[in-house]
């Protein structure tokens, strides 16, 4: 029986959410070029895909956190998982904006939330976590108690950990990078040599860039 990892990363191949490329990488707004090209925001014209996603992320919720009061969705992609998850358990959810309102009261979370209420913050993709992390800040400066982060997918970077170590925040994700290549293999999207390849890119992507911008392999 297939995990719900491996359900989520076949759902996203197939809808072509997410696209691996090695041999052509595409090139990233950072200029970095990459293997692979993730854009989540699919999902949620796929009923099916989109259920597969909020079941595998109340079941995390539900196995790594307790007494949890609100559900935050991360502005904009963040937003549609997160209702479905607040749907699905029966709680109340907030958003966060990328940067405060600069009109009215300059509110970066919008909905109710209060002081000592513990928060789980939902977003579509972890790489480096750093914009995740923005809004964790947010939900805390307004006196909650963020009591970790999940994904839809993570790219599993080393950055990643670091960054979520650095803030003490546990994040978890639906499906990943390893589950993802392994599925893309096993449907013939890409063969052993190709997984390879993706795997050094997950290990250091800045110096996988780099060989190709100069013409390595």
């Known amino acids: 029986m297939s995990t719900q990892a491996e359900i989520v990363a076949k759902d996203l191949l197939d809808i072509q959410a997410i696209t691996l490329s090695p041999d052509k990488p595409f090139t990233w707004a950072s200029g970095l070029h990459s293997p692979i090209y993730t854009d989540n925001r699919l999902t949620i014209s796929y009923p099916a895909v989109r259920r597969n996603i909020y079941e595998g992320m109340v079941q995390l919720i539900n196995e790594h956190f307790q007494d949890v009061d609100v559900i935050a969705g991360t502005a904009t992609a963040g937003i549609p998982h997160a209702a479905w998850v607040a749907e699905e358990m029966g709680l109340p959810m907030i958003y966060v904006r990328s940067k405060p309102k600069d ?4 509110k970066q979370t919008e909905g109710v939330l209060y002081e000592g209420q513990r928060v789980v913050v939902i977003d579509d993709l972890i790489s480096t976590g750093g914009s995740v992390l923005k809004a964790v800040k947010a939900v805390e400066k307004e006196g909650a108690d963020v009591v970790g982060v999940v ?6 970077l080393p950055a990643a950990d670091d960054n979520f170590q650095q803030f003490g925040i546990p ?3 639906v499906t990943n990078y390893t589950t993802l290549i392994e599925t893309a293999e096993k449907e013939d999207l890409i063969d052993r040599n ?3 390849d993706l795997h050094e890119w997950r290990k250091d992507p800045a110096a996988w860039s780099a060989r190709r911008k100069c013409g390595l392999s």
């Open 103 to 106: 009109h009215g009261q300059g």
């Open 194 to 196: 190709q997984m390879k």
């Open 171 to 173: 994040y978890y994700s």
């Open 151 to 156: 994904s839809v997918f993570t790219y599993e």
